[in-house]
């Protein structure tokens, strides 16, 4: 026998793990022996492969699952290393929208902050423009008393898959509080949604994301599909609600693109997740705020985001005097800024009632 070649024993010694684990790695195909003798079955190693064997056990882990570690395994040191660290910034994104869901859960269990009976109301206003390069206005915006929604429609029936998702939700918008479950409503609120793109647009390639807030008495609750927009106005500072569902923003998620680059990025409106009338409903982000007397809301979609920097947003919304002229302010400066696409603006502002 070859010197370099050690029994499963020794190699399992060597490497600090056992040779269960050694056999269990060698049938999920992660590190096969060097050579397996045909008469006595018995596994062999190579000197070579107790690096990659140590490399396994800690991948392993890590949580990465099997395909992964089989990829890592197959590549030079360099290349490994991108693919561990992309790894990782996808465990961390998915961690993220587990950790608003769980807050999501425990805001919706427990009771409002807000101790005194002061009533609050919505003051809003929904503006939505074709911009000046398009040919038409494909994105839907709405605005009522318990509804804000802006959703952005694409393909042919793009314009159809947007309005319906929206008309679906306005049952939610009437007098009175919404009665039962929040979580219900929300649920049910997509699956309507879905099933409205799905008649309107009648197979057609079509879809359209949906962002929208539901207004509660004292929160409001956020469904979020796609890569429209919510951001909160408060004390001066705008903070984005929502993340984007595209690749882009994944790639951005994983370090694959810096926020420069993402800018400019030819494919950055490439939908992760969207309301395509498809068989499942997607699943979405949900989020509550509770909402404080002199908070002001934004829904847009990307016709605004894309290009009119964050700070000049910023800046427009807490200068406009009221929701009707932010809503064309917002607009009017994304047509300024060139209007490449529809551009939908949603604020609302949150005031003590009778106000
Ligand atoms: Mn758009």
Redesign the pocket.
Known sequence: MRTDMLTIGAFAKACRLSPKALRLYDELELLRPARVDADTGYRYYAVAQLEQARLVAWLRRLGMPLAGIRRVCALPPDAAAREIRAYWARVEAETAVRRDLATFLADHLSAPPRKDTTMLELRYAAHSDRGRVRPAN??TAYAGPRLLAVA?G?GPAGARAGSAAVTALKALDTAEPPAGSVLNLLEDAVQNATRAVADATGGEEAGT?LTALLWTGSRLALVHIG??RAYLLRGGGLFRVTHDHTVVQAMLDEGRLTPEEAVSHPQR?LLLKALDGGGTPPVPDLRLHDALPGDRYLLC???LS?VVPDDRVRSLLSSAPDPDAAVRCLTDAANEAGGP????CVVADVVEAGA
């Open positions: 494909q994105d952005d694409y994301t890569d429209s409106s979609s990307d016709g894309g696409d529809n551009v939908s």
